[in-house]
């Protein structure tokens, strides 16, 4: 398993329920790919530097967690037909993740 990080933008017009139902739902999804998470920091609303889809604040989450390499196809697909994602990046930080105490 390799560690990896996703950066959430979640439109800023979500109500707070649909923004957890989304964080929840791709955490679902991830975890049923055979994926440990880490961490999902919720970073809250900020301003952007330039606009997208035509919004200038976006509600920023962070997951961190340790999944094999074929479950971040199905995760980036179903982030990319999540309606309230703007945008997403997924960046992969460590070649070989060991969980502590292993």
Same mark, same amino acid.
């Given at each position: ?29 991830? =975890? /049923? ?6 961490? &999902? ?6 301003? %952007? @530097? ?25 995760? =980036? /697909? ?6 309230? &994602? ?6 992969? %930080? @460590? ?8």
């Amino acid at each position: 398993m390799r560690k990896y990080e996703a950066l959430l933008l979640l439109s800023p017009e979500l109500a707070t329920d649909n923004r957890q139902e989304i964080v929840e739902n791709l955490k679902g999804v991830l =975890e /049923r790919q055979g994926t440990t998470m880490l961490s &999902v920091d919720e970073w809250g609303m900020k301003d %952007l @530097a330039y606009p997208v889809q035509k919004k200038t604040r976006g509600h920023y989450t962070r997951f961190e967690f340790a999944a094999p390499a074929t479950a971040i196809a199905e995760f =980036e /697909r179903i982030v990319r037909i999540t309606d309230g &994602v703007m945008k997403f990046i997924t960046v992969k %930080l @460590a070649d070989k993740y060991v969980p502590e105490g292993a």
